[in-house]
């Protein structure tokens, strides 16, 4: 035993040793990169209605790639996925459990939440899932007629794989979604009762180091619809997460709480890491 403990502690001095000056020399890991940090482009509109945002969106699609990969299995260089919750025209409320692998093979995401799960619904499927008559109001579909949200959670984390299967972890150069009824900040000065923002998103490279955060901007009203994209300049995005509103959905008064649920999502193509 004695021997086992010396003999390891040799072994590590002269990889140590062995190291030094020979950087990366059969290291079995990738080095980080050096710090190549740029400014990523920043889409986002926010307003009453689908007209408010539809532009934005559309020139966040054309700057990921003007094709829509659709379900074609990767590796692909250029494009783009989108998964706008409808299920093809489904009126269905249709829960899902977390880990969410419903897009995995398809479109390259994973979705996880410390909630129980997620549900894809038309507006009086939240009042059902959520016990809310609220939710049929307050909230509006960009893409019709399914939105997307955690259950008993208000956080979400997106992960990209290489489309096709075989859970190959991927990168993608930027990422959108749709927001509906974000309301806070409200843009009042604070002592007038304007709070934190509500709903943000934080983007990770491959090795969890932190890109970049960004809030959603609000727009005052019921059913208003949101847009933020970011777009860097090389695939990078490895995961985000996602926080939509001050408090998980559920049966309480929206009045006295930010509750925000989701539409498309729209990514670069997920390509493998470098
Ligand atoms: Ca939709
Ligand atoms: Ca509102
Ligand atoms: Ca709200």
């Known amino acids: 035993m004695k021997y086992q403990v010396l003999s390891s502690i040799v072994a590590g001095t002269m990889t140590l040793a062995f190291s030094t000056g020979t950087q990366g020399f059969n290291s079995p890991y990738h080095p980080r990169p050096h710090k190549d940090y740029t400014v990523p482009t920043v889409f986002q509109a926010a307003g009453p209605d689908i007209a408010s945002i539809q532009g934005t969106v559309d020139r966040f699609r054309a700057a990921l790639g003007g094709v829509n990969n659709g379900n074609v299995a990767g ?15 489904s009126t269905a409320t249709s829960p899902a459990p977390t880990p969410f692998s419903g897009f995995l093979v398809t479109r390259g995401a994973l979705f996880t939440t410390p909630g129980t799960g997620f549900v894809q619904a038309p507006l009086d499927g939240l009042v059902t899932t959520f016990n809310n008559r609220d939710y049929a109001n307050i909230f509006r579909p960009f893409s019709p007629v399914r939105v997307f949200a955690p259950v008993n959670s208000n956080r979400t984390t997106v992960e990209f794989f290489v489309p096709g299967g075989g859970d190959i972890p991927a990168v993608s150069s930027g990422f959108g979604a749709i927001f509906s009824d974000v309301d806070e900040p409200d843009g009042r000065p604070q002592h007038y009762g304007s709070k ?13 180091e932190l890109l970049y955060t960004s809030v959603v901007a609000p727009s005052p ?12 300049d090389n695939p990078k995005i490895a995961k985000i997460k996602i926080v939509t509103g001050e408090v998980p959905l559920g049966p309480y008064d929206e009045r006295r709480s930010d509750v925000v649920v989701m539409d498309d999502f729209i990514f670069g193509e997920p390509r493998l890491v470098k």
């Open 221 to 232: 009203g019921d059913a208003s619809l949101s847009f933020l994209g970011v777009l860097f």
């Open 75 to 89: 590796p692909l260089d250029t494009g783009r996925r989108e998964i706008n919750w409808d299920g093809g025209g």
């Open 196 to 208: 934190d923002a509500s709903t943000y998103l934080r983007f990770y490279d491959a090795y969890g």
